[in-house]
């Protein structure tokens, strides 16, 4: 089924999941997709690693495993600043194939050990590109907190606004721990004129290393409340799980009560944090 389907009754309930790079990790995979499945989620999706058709497999496995074993609509993301247009065509053709409806278009990130190719500039590219060649439901990214490379907020403003005028029929966001980031960002697409969903991204934040990693990854802002959490319990290990789970649900159900149109949850591929997010949603969602 198309994911933008899901918006006309209702809204939605998604995870976000890795491909693991070893094989002992396929346990924590199961281990993970069994608790996310009880929840009934409107969708998967599964992250792709940048460069080799590897990574495309390893990618539509977990996605063919989610769709047939656990019976949950997957959607796949691809990246394209290092692909060309033949290796997107022979994505396309796998994809469709292996009963693949929904793609999250991606530009993906310079990788100094990757040559970019010069076929695909942007993720509107990719997606107006393969919507010639297929009938995919596109989804893109979106950053209440503006993509790193964006200047200021109006270009990438006018840039989201061409990548959903390329196609993305639905919006998923990068994570935050503001809410009112969130809550500025959607009004703002509304006046740029952007009307698909815009569905925001959370993220439970576990441990002190995790949180080093997001500020340089994804330049997410924290709020005050959520630094001294931070600060508080940032020495005990299961202190700061228990406080960045509930730091994450009062984000959720926040979200919730202001009717947004979905929730997408990272989950890390950590069974322990999926379990304690859908117990805490359950009656909720
Ligand atoms: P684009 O939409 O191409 O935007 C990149 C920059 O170019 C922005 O500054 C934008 O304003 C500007 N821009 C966009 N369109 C145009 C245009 N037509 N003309 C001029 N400028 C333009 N990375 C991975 O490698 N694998 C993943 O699985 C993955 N999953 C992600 C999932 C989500 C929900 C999010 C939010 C990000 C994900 N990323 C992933 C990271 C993503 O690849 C990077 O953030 C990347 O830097 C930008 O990708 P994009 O598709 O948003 O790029």
């Not at 050990?113 to 990214?141: E, Q, V, W």
């Not at 809550?183 to 993220?203: E, H, N, Q, S």
């Not at 500020?215 to 940032?234: K, L, N």
């Not at 649900?249 to 926040?254: A, P």
């Amino acid at each position: 089924m198309k994911v933008s389907q899901v918006y006309k009754k209702k809204r939605s309930l998604s995870f976000e999941i890795f491909p693991p790079k070893k094989d002992d990790e396929l346990k924590n995979i199961d281990a993970t997709l069994e608790v996310l499945s009880e929840l009934n989620p409107d969708f998967i999706s599964v992250t792709f690693g940048a460069g080799g058709s590897s990574n495309c497999n390893r990618t539509i496995e977990l996605a063919k495993k989610i769709k047939y074993d656990y019976g949950v609509e997957p959607v796949v993301h691809l990246t394209c600043l290092h692909y060309d247009r033949n290796e997107i065509d022979e994505f396309t053709r796998v994809l469709k194939s292996e009963g693949i409806e929904n793609v999250l278009a991606l530009r993906g990130d310079a990788n100094p050990n990757i040559p970019d190719k010069n076929d695909f500039r942007h993720s509107s590219d990719l997606i107006s590109y393969m919507k010639r060649k297929s009938d995919f439901c596109f989804l893109g990214a979106c950053y209440p907190e503006r993509h790193p490379e964006s200047s200021d907020i109006v270009s990438d403003m006018k840039c989201l606004k061409k990548k959903v005028d390329a196609g993305a029929e639905v919006l998923l966001s990068q994570l935050f721990f503001d809410n009112n980031i969130f809550y500025r960002f959607y009004d703002k697409c509304r006046i740029a004129g952007i009307d698909v969903p815009v569905i925001p991204g959370v993220m439970p934040v576990i441990n002190a290393a995790q949180i080093k990693r997001m500020v340089s990854i994804c330049h997410a802002s924290f709020p005050e409340r959520f630094q001294r959490i931070i600060s508080r319990y940032e020495d005990n290990r299961e202190a700061l799980f228990d406080a960045g789970m509930s730091y994450c649900l009062s984000q959720i159900i926040d979200l919730l009560t202001n009717d947004i149109s979905g929730i997408h949850l990272y989950t890390m591929n950590n069974p322990l944090v999926a379990g304690r997010i859908c117990e805490g949603i359950k009656n909720i969602v």
